[in-house]
């Protein structure tokens, strides 16, 4: 799975951030714990030093071995053990093992610390332990005296779960904080990333028609905001490469258009001369036709070059849409006379229309011309209707129709189907590439519907603003 940047700029931070907190606090909890048990170690020492020095002198003829009044000693050492150990949370244990039998003295806390000790502890090495009796954590030295061995033990519990109760709190500071972190840290990332958000909107929205538009540039100098510099000095650049590409097909077209007008003049004028023979007389025919379909295309690669740099004067005018529509109906009924192709006029509303004229009758006449090029028999339907908020103008074939794959591309300028569809040939695959751009300087839009060997239905819709409809 790929994470989007500002997540992982988020996890990221809070991994580092997390480990740390992590680090620092167990350094401090560890700190802690060796600092309580470093107190008891040097409380145990010094009262491990006092008793050695009581148990060798006061009490020195119980280290000794043939000992006599010893029970009497002994428990005066033990009375001695209680007074002093049992309200101090303390206890302590003495050993003599080189008697004849070995003895064992205790006294403090617990009335029978030996057997809460665990097993065989007395035989341990020397040093601090840490052990829980009877459910309270204690610290306990064990040292080997010249004369038998000596535990003294610590109650530690209290300090313990004080320190225990803090290292508590520094899990939840670092859960939470972990929390805030990753909230914090993604929403900042979130907001830093913003300005690349809108700026990939704004890329979106950029094609080679509006050119002119930029990427939103914003007050920070940051590396970001030098991309957006960048990339809009960019899209400069290539404006003004299609600007001149744009331009130079337009001044190549407008070269063209004379030099073909003055040959197709001189080709009529030689066509009617009388003395020609035959042969001469149809490839001047041939040529003629030939001249004609180029100067058609030089006449619509300029008019899309124009519309290309938004230099074509588009001259709207209030018309009726209407009439525009009985007159081609007119035209297409005449050039399908003689082929078996019915031409209805489904339906003809009423409608003024703004717009410009010669561009909507061309819409209309490149339209009926595919219709007619691709129809073989059958019957071509067209229809003006107002449909909710727009002009719905149809125009339905009973052709060959479009495969659907293709249909995504016939807009595009010079694309044709397959050549060999159309008998009577001629098209330069310009002519919807021209209806798309009429479409759009008025506003609407254009559909295509075709189905292959049944036929194909376009749809033009304008929005019904600028069109005015007029009551019958
Ligand atoms: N009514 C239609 N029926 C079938 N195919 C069509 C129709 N209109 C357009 N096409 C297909 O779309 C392609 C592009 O149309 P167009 O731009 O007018 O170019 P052309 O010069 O070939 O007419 C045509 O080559 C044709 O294959
Ligand atoms: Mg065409």
Known sequence: MKLSIRTRLAVFFTLVFFGVLALVLSAIALALYRELDQRADRALKIEERWL???????FAPLTLPGCKNCDSLAAELVQELNERYIY????????FPSLQSPRLYFGGREKNIPLLLPEDFLSR??????????????????????????????????FREVADEFVEI?????????LFVLAGGWIMARLAMLPVVSAAEA???????????RLPEYAGRDEFGVLVITLNRMIARIEEGVNRIQQFTQDAAH???????????ELELAYQKADLSDDTRVSLQKTLDRVISMSRVVENLMLLAQSDTGSYPVQKSVFRLDEVLKEIYEDVQILAENRPIEVLLDHCEAVQFFGDKQLIYRLLLNLCDNALKYTERGCIKLKLAIAG???????????IGIPEEQLPRIFDRFYRVD???????????????????????????????SQLDRGTTIQILFPLRSTFFVPA
């Open 389 to 399: 908020d727009s002009v719905d103008f149809t125009i339905s074939d009973t052709g």
């Open 88 to 95: 101090r949370g303390q206890f302590t244990v003495i050993y």
């Open 419 to 449: 050549k060999s569809r159309s008998n009577s040939g001629g098209g330069s695959g310009l002519g919807l590439s021209i209806c798309q751009w009429i479409v759009q300087a008025h506003g609407g839009s254009i559909r295509v519907e």
């Open 52 to 58: 050695r020095g009581l148990i060798e002198s006061e």
């Open 125 to 158: 090495k020397d040093g601090f332990y840490n052990l829980e009796i009877e459910g309270r954590k204690s610290r306990v030295l064990l040292k080997q005296q010249p004369w038998g061995i000596l535990a003294m033990g610590r109650d530690n519990q209290t």
């Open 203 to 213: 890329a979106e929205e950029i094609t080679i028609t509006n050119l002119r538009q």
């Open 255 to 265: 070269e063209l258009r004379t030099p073909l007008t003055i040959l197709r003049g």
């Open 170 to 178: 520094i899990h939840w500071i670092v859960g939470f904080s972990l």
